[in-house]
């Protein structure tokens, strides 16, 4: 039997909505053990917004300690509101909730699946495979989408082949793009050779897949993919510039590459224009400065170290680290003695003084 004052439960039904606010915190601070129901009871015939979320923080007060089976009742309220606030409850508890978890993904309701395969995205200890596994085979796309983006983000390598089986056997497009940005976040150079059969060639992946394909390429191909990475970007153009910049530098983050073909140099260099998007551009010089050993790379991004955006100078400045080319040390000292930013004189001192070294003769054996 509760035991809270007669007077706050009164003030429950009191038609001030300010009045009703305060009788739900008063309550929820109470410490009496049927404060959660009584707060229930008056969310389920609440009808002010501001009321139902006093009456949210004070049951997520009270459950902090206790089992969560009063939230996952929640997960069923009529109001989207309410179902919404009970996730998030069930989110900073995941840890505690995955037995309760594996039934609701077998629930007859799908928003309640659903619910539960969000949830499983802040869990602090590993969810059993059995859990995802299910959420892949239901019968609601959304809920075979989120178990997907878990996966991913989720780095849950172990299920990599089950997420590519969908992906090379589903035709529903969503379906396959979400396991693509999975893949390329868990798969391997394994995972990748499986979808050549699907894929052999980046530029005739459909525009829909594209973007996560490139993403993928980026993330597991070799050296020798970034050819076929700029074969796409003559063929495809704008809309995957930024994709496609960030694939080839983290091939050549992984793989320590310093040196393009003709082909791949003349469309690398050739994105460096005063149009391309001013953040664009300064992920290209960044990459490009993989290849300034190339004189003609290190000449294209000369330029930019005088640019006033002194953020792109700074990273243009940096690039130039590899060029041994005498034009570029020139530009690079008459810079110095004029330079006002701090920052980029500091690095321009560095650069420099490292490059007697880069540019002296191999010292001769003594013997």
């Known amino acids: ?51 139902k979320e006093a009456i949210l923080r004070g049951l997520s007060r009270i459950w902090t300690a206790n089992p969560v089976e009063s939230i996952i009742e929640l997960l069923k309220d009529d109001d989207p509101f309410v179902r919404a606030e009970a996730a998030d409850m069930l989110q900073r508890r995941a840890g505690d909730v995955i037995e309760a978890l594996n039934r609701l993904i077998r629930s007859d309701d799908k928003d309640l699946r659903k619910f539960s395969v969000d949830i499983l995205r802040e869990a602090t200890i590993g969810a059993p495979d059995a859990l995802y596994l299910a959420a892949l085979k239901d019968e609601d796309m959304n809920v075979v989408i989120s178990a997907i983006e878990n996966i991913g983000s989720r780095r849950r390598h172990g299920l990599a082949k089950p997420v590519l089986a969908m992906a090379v056997e589903s035709s529903q497009p969503m379906a396959v793009c979400a396991c693509l940005e999975a893949l390329a976040l868990i798969g391997t150079r394994q995972t990748l050779d499986a979808l050549r059969a699907k894929y052999p060639n980046a ?17 597991a191909a070799g050296p020798e993919s970034i050819e076929e990475i700029c074969q796409t970007i003559e063929q495809k153009g704008d809309f995957i510039h930024e994709v496609a910049i960030d694939a080839v530098t983290n091939i050549a983050l992984r793989h320590n590459v310093s040196q393009l073909n003709p082909r791949c140099e003349a469309t690398l260099c050739g994105l460096l224009t005063p149009e391309l998007d001013p953040g664009l551009r300064f992920h290209l010089v960044r990459l490009l400065g993989h290849f300034t050993g190339l004189a003609r790379v290190a000449l294209m991004v000369l330029p930019y170290i005088h640019d006033p955006d002194r953020t792109l100078a700074l990273a243009a400045v940096e690039s130039l680290a590899n060029s041994s080319d005498p034009a570029v040390e020139s530009e690079l000292q008459s810079l110095l003695s004029s330079e006002s930013d701090p920052e980029i004189a500091e690095e321009l001192e560095e650069l420099l003084r490292r490059r007697p070294r880069w540019n002296s003769p191999p010292s001769s054996s003594p013997n």
């Open 1 to 51: 039997m509760t035991m809270i004052d007669s007077k706050l439960l009164e003030a429950l039904g009191a038609p001030e909505e300010s009045e009703r606010r305060s009788a739900a915190q008063e309550i929820s601070e109470s410490g009496d053990p049927g404060a959660a129901d009584v707060l229930v009871s008056q969310l389920r015939s609440e009808g002010s917004r501001a009321v």
């Open 203 to 219: 530029a005739e992946v459909p525009g829909v897949y594209l973007q996560p394909f490139l993403k993928l390429l980026g993330h």
